[in-house]
Structures are given as structure tokens and as C-alpha cells.
């Protein structure tokens, strides 16, 4: 059975990106075009999608704009696959009521990074504990922690662990920090069956090393599901060597959308591809430089990912 026909249950696996938020021109949301973006994702194999994360340009949109898109995707996905919301918010009572909104709303799982605000307004450890006990007092779907340098917060798998086993729906974990193998092996160690989905993000830049950590998800840009599964499918079958053929198959693309175009480029391959009609990121976010943007197509159509040919 393919990955795709495990995901609507638990524990969820495989692969999990983050959709775009799909502006038009003039910076307005673009409804029918992130319906688009969606169905794609899910035609390219996603196992599930994830929406309003950083990679979906969740800090530029309004608290109406952000209600749009999770209805819009929600309502449309109609139970196809899985579908994680992020709820992120330094406030506590905030990202409660975002998270029981989600949850109403048909949400299969929320992701929360720790509270923090600007380069030095942190959260002790004693109030992280407290902030997501509340947000899991508050509803009955996984919480998915996502560990990542933005965040500025050191959290120690030690920490990560007891969270899981004292705090009833903390039970999934996207470590994306410098040594993320290293930190799911003890996380993994500490946590037992605790951890229900330790996984992968960070556009899949270090998957080998962290499905051999003993990673189950990876949560990565949105423009080639299709080319991640290609990666994942035979890991999981037992086949590693064809995994690590395709992973460094792969690796020029993940590689360039991490390090040369961010956000920026499953919106960019979308849009080529002629899945939605504009790349568009909201200001004060810049366009890519065309020399980069030409370079990403060049890669990927080496690649022939679906993205490319889906709206042709």
C-alpha cells in the first residue's frame, strides 16, 4: 500500500509540505488559485498539506485572510488528505483559540512554534511547558512542535521529550535545526512511544540522515511532492539504496530551493507549470532576481517534476 493510502490515519507519515498562500498581482488572495495550488499538491502525492506556515507567508496575512485560506483549503481537501494548520502566536490564549478554530474547522493536527517575538523576547522553559499544555487542554488533535532557527529557542530533546509524555497531545515533533539527525535519535531514545512522528523539514535538505535518525514525515516546500516520494516510498519499502539514488538525484533542487529561493520557489514552479497565474510574495517580501528564478527552472526540468506539466 502506498503511502498516500496510510495518511488519513495515525500516526501520520510520508510526505506533508507546506502550501503557498497564493496572492494575486496586486497582493490581494487569490482563492481559486490556492484551490489550484492544493489540488496539485495532492495530485503530485502529498500524504497531507500544511497551511499558514512560514513558508505560506503566514506573517503577512491579516487574522481574516488567515480564516479565509484555512476554510478555503479545508472545505476543498474535503477529507482527501490530512491537512495540518499552523497557529503559531506568542500569545497563549491567541494561539488556543486558532487552535480550537482548527480543530472545528476539520484540521487533522496543529503546528506551533515556541513563543517568541523580534531577535531577543524569549519564553522560559517553565512557560513553554504551560503554554502548550493549555493549547492541548484546549483540543483533542495532535500537536506538531516545530523546532527551527527562527524561533531562537534552544529546546533540548530532553525537554521535547518530557513535553510528549507529560502533555497529551504533544506528540509530533519537525526538527529543523543544525544536527537534526542527532536530536531525533535522542528525542526518539527519550521519548518512546511517546513520539508519535518525529520528522523531517527544512525542504528536505538532510532527509537521508534523518530518516536514518528514524524520521517518519518531512514537511517541505510545496513544488515537487512527486520528487520527495520518490525518496520516501522506498525508504520505507526497506529499499535504502534506491532512496539515497533519488535523494542525490533530488539534492540540486532541494538544495537551491533552500539556499537561493526560499518561499519563493513553489510559487515560482507553480507558476510556470501553469497551476496558478501569479508567483506573487506580499510586500515587502521581493520577487526572485530572474537569474536565480531561471536557474530553479533549469534544475527542475532536469527533474521533470509534475509541477512543470500539471497545468499544461
Known amino acids: 500500500m502506498s503511502l498516500l493510502g496510510r495518511s488519513s490515519v495515525r500516526p501520520y507519515r510520508g510526505v506533508y509540505p507546506v502550501a503557498p498562500t497564493i496572492f494575486s498581482e496586486e497582493g490581494q488572495l487569490d482563492v481559486e488559485g490556492q484551490k489550484r495550488a492544493v489540488d496539485?499538491?495532492?495530485?503530485?502525492?502529498?500524504?497531507?498539506?500544511?497551511?499558514?506556515?512560514?513558508y505560506s507567508e503566514q506573517f503577512l496575512l491579516t487574522d481574516a485572510e488567515r480564516d479565509m485560506v484555512m476554510h478555503t483549503v479545508l472545505e476543498h481537501v474535503a477529507g482527501r488528505v490530512p491537512v495540518i494548520v499552523t497557529t503559531s502566536h506568542?500569545?497563549?490564549?491567541?494561539?488556543?483559540?486558532?487552535s480550537k478554530r482548527a480543530e472545528a474547522a476539520g484540521a487533522a493536527m496543529v503546528m506551533i512554534m515556541p513563543p517568541f517575538f523580534g531577535a531577543t523576547l524569549r519564553v522560559s522553559e517553565p512557560g513553554i511547558y504551560e503554554f502548550f499544555r493549555r493549547v492541548s487542554d484546549a483540543i483533542s488533535i495532535p500537536i506538531m512542535i516545530q523546532d527551527a532557527p527562527m524561533a531562537g529557542t534552544s529546546l533540548s530533546p530532553s525537554f521535547l521529550a518530557r513535553m510528549a509524555k507529560e502533555i497529551v497531545?504533544?506528540?509530533y515533533f519537525k526538527i529543523e535545526v543544525a544536527g537534526t539527525a542527532n536530536k531525533l535519535r535522542e528525542i526518539i531514545a527519550l521519548g518512546g512511544d511517546s513520539i508519535e512522528g518525529p520528522?523531517?523539514?527544512?525542504?528536505?535538505?538532510t532527509l537521508m540522515a534523518d530518516l536514518d535518525a528514524g524520521a517518519t514525515g518531512a514537511m517541505t516546500g510545496g513544488g515537487y511532492p512527486d520528487g520527495i516520494r520518490k525518496i520516501i516510498d522506498p525508504y520505507f519499502a526497506g529499499n535504502r539504496e534506491e532512496a539515497a539514488t533519488a535523494y542525490?538525484?533530488?539534492?540540486?533542487?532541494?538544495?537551491?530551493?533552500?539556499?537561493?529561493?526560499?518561499?519563493?520557489?513553489?510559487?515560482?514552479?507553480?507558476?510556470e507549470g501553469g497551476v496558478i497565474k501569479s508567483e506573487a510574495v506580499r510586500h515587502p517580501l521581493q520577487p526572485l532576481h530572474p537569474e536565480t528564478r531561471k536557474g530553479l527552472i533549469e534544475i527542475a526540468r532536469r527533474l521533470d517534476p509534475m509541477v512543470l506539466r500539471w497545468g499544461r
Open 248 to 271: 542525490e538525484r533530488w539534492l540540486p533542487l532541494i538544495n537551491y530551493e533552500n539556499r537561493q529561493c526560499g518561499l519563493s520557489a513553489a510559487k515560482a514552479l507553480m507558476k
Open 199 to 205: 520528522w523531517d523539514g527544512e525542504e528536505a535538505i
Open 169 to 171: 497531545n504533544v506528540s
Open 90 to 98: 506568542f500569545s497563549t490564549g491567541i494561539c488556543v483559540d486558532r
Open 40 to 54: 496539485f499538491m495532492i495530485d503530485a502525492g502529498s500524504d497531507g498539506v500544511c497551511i499558514l506556515a512560514n
